[in-house]
């Protein structure tokens, strides 16, 4: 097509017109074509994969990091079995098979990542730097069958930064469905789990389906709490996806590094945020080490763009071969103010650490270096 003629169709877009269908040669076009697809993709591959009893293992030892026995151990991953089928997924290798001799297969296949303390305790081998590797590890293993509680774990999540007031009566339906919402729109590129990606999230169907499960109860005067029944796999969604929201809350927090008009290239911004994230953990200003996953933290970053709280530019110097991404703030965050917010607000919805400290650039900055401004 002649420049002419793409600036005549592209003018004719502009003004409304309508437009025959043409991914061919239109990149406007192909675009949601390439979505659609993209989607339909990944939703084959999560009805046709399986999880094996490792990833069950794996996934109840980040929940339980003090230790379980193994007669509690091999309850649970029989409980996490049909809480994983019960939503669509599906365990392979379980039938037919004596559950003891399946979870002591799991926990040698897991090798250097759990150790056995007595004949029946197994806890992660995390107690060491060294070994904290292995919680990335054993994340890599709970990845597997985390999507499958995605929405869930959006209201498990929401309701237990209400604290004490949760616990007290309940929190009211309306103001919970706004964190929900929230953290939705926070963690909904880690997770794809929907057909079509132009319809939009039934949120309350999940509500309604916790209910429904007895996980959670909805008073007469529409306040949501904790069904005391529910309470087990009300603390393993929160488990979950907690190190998913710490790895967000770290992703906002390295942005104080960039104000007010720092640019800084995409790659080294993100190993500054690992940095930071192993930095808070080792200061007990974090609870999940696995929080510090680079793959998680570049996720982050690209919410972030979407969010419009940063701009990713390119940009090629003479004598490189490729061009290189930059990271700036846009200018509304420039000013600490709405920064702090953002943090803020992502944090409420975090598991509170041991230590727990104001969050401002300027109250954190003497004991954490790395957020001082470039």
Known sequence: MSPRKSSRKAEKEKKGAVVAFDPFNNKAHRKPLNRALAYDVIQQLHARSECMTTHLVASL?????????????????????????????????????????????AVQHLGAAIVQHRQDLYEPAISARHEYKNMLVLGQYRNKIVHLFFREGLWACALYSFGDRMMERGVDKALLLREVQFLYSLLKKEFVFKLNPEEPEDLEAALASMINDGVLSLTPDQRVEVNPNGEALFSFLCALFWPFIDSYYVSAMILFSLQPDRTMELTQLVQRTQSLATTLYHESMLCFYESCSLETLRSALLVLREWQVISVTKSQAKGQKEAKSFVSLNKPYHEEGPLNELVRRISRLRKQPPVRKNVTRSSLVADIPILAKL
């Open 61 to 105: 030892m980040l929940m339980y990091r003090q230790g379980i026995n193994k007669a509690q151990l091999v309850h649970k991953v029989d409980w996490l079995r049909k809480q994983v089928e019960k939503r669509g997924g599906r365990v392979a290798g379980m039938e037919g098979h004596e559950r003891v001799k399946l979870v002591e297969q």
